[in-house]
């Protein structure tokens, strides 16, 4: 998203941080990126053939209330397949899987939801992971996930792996697996390197800015962590269902980000006993240029995943997987489907 850049928070997720505080991070050059859209001046840079039939294959929208909010879900495939479940990262939204999921609509039902606080959903008083997690399994049951013999599978992508972690943790009996992509679970002493104190809480007591044109608004679009893009269309598409039209205060058209800033300082929760107590078989991905999870953080999550779960490099991907590879991870994902577990 733009916004200010993000860094990392003491409980591993990714935030939203001033542009002076941040500081080069595995995977990306040493200082600033320039924000990948600024060039185009609102132009919709070329898409490639199968990004543009991906994004053709056009997603059913419904909207269900979970706990007292409208979320959002977006849905592909037919009712009684077996069920895929994608979950977004924090300040992200379910479009972030519209390029992913149609290539599986025609074995799965696959379901993508806009956690509350994000993308189309409502907004709350107060978030929570578990109430993230609650979403997830209530729109799963909505949009018929648990309708076929099989059981659903689920894929958490950065802060949404922290959530899937949660549902295989409290439904996983429910659930055929859950596979956690690019999701930054750190010892306490990863975590403590990473600390900004009071830095969540002043994002969250910030308004998201006010552009007047969507020219304006996508010029200072940026990935969080940031990063450079080399698929400027993804960026372009990402940009442009992340944001809304509103009106300014003197009543003229204005265009913001579609997230609630007060989303920011919520942490995961006990991500390692989530994990370690997991009632359904969990996979481990990430991007090997990450500038989240480095090899150490791949290796104690990996440690606390067991010797049996799977552990997966996406080569030349960067955090944003599904940006940065996005067919490799659809082949992935597909012989994770395919072969894992082996029991279900």
Do not use: N
């Not at 002076?20 to 990948?36: F, I, L, W």
């Not at 599978?153 to 899937?164: R, T």
């Not at 003197?250 to 989303?263: E, I, K, L, M, S």
């Amino acid at each position: 998203m733009d916004k200010p850049a993000r860094t990392r928070d003491p409980s591993g997720d990714d935030e939203a941080a001033p542009q002076a505080e941040r500081t080069p991070a595995r995977g990306r050059a040493d200082g600033p990126v320039a924000p990948p859209l600024a060039a185009l001046h609102g132009a919709v840079p070329p898409r490639p053939r199968w990004f543009a039939d991906a994004l053709a294959c056009e997603p059913v929208p419904s909207w269900h209330a979970v706990q007292g909010a409208r979320i959002e879900a977006l849905s592909w495939g037919e009712r009684g397949a077996p069920g895929l479940l994608l979950l977004h990262g924090k300040m992200a939204h379910a479009r972030w899987w519209s390029f992913i999921a149609p290539f599986f609509a025609a074995t799965h039902r696959v379901v993508a939801l806009s956690f509350s606080g994000m993308g189309g959903s409502g907004w709350r008083a107060a978030y929570s992971t578990q109430t993230w997690a609650d979403e997830a399994i209530a729109v799963a049951e909505a949009c018929g996930l648990f309708a076929s013999a099989q059981k659903p599978f689920v894929v958490g992508h950065s802060f949404g792996g922290f959530v899937s972690l949660l549902c295989a943790q409290q439904h996983g009996a429910r659930l055929s697996g859950a596979w956690m992509l690019d999701t930054p679970l750190m010892s306490r002493e990863q975590r403590q390197a990473r600390a900004r104190p009071g830095l969540r809480q002043t994002i969250a007591l910030r308004p998201t800015k006010l552009y007047p044109s969507l020219a304006a608004a996508l010029a200072r679009f940026r990935f969080a962590p940031e990063q450079s893009c080399e698929h400027l269309y993804i960026a372009d598409h990402i940009a442009r269902t992340s944001l809304k039209e509103v009106a300014a205060a003197d009543g003229t058209p204005a265009w913001t980000w579609r997230f609630d800033p007060r989303v920011a300082p919520i942490g995961p929760g006990d991500a390692a006993q989530a994990l370690r107590e997991a009632a359904c078989p969990v996979a481990v991905g990430w991007g090997a240029d990450s500038a989240l999870v480095t090899p150490a953080v791949a290796r104690s999550i990996g440690e606390l995943a067991g010797p049996t779960a799977p552990r997966i490099e996406i080569p030349a991907a960067q955090h944003h997987v599904m940006v940065d590879q996005p067919l490799a991870l659809v082949g992935v994902l597909r012989t994770l489907l395919q072969t894992w577990p082996t029991a279900r």
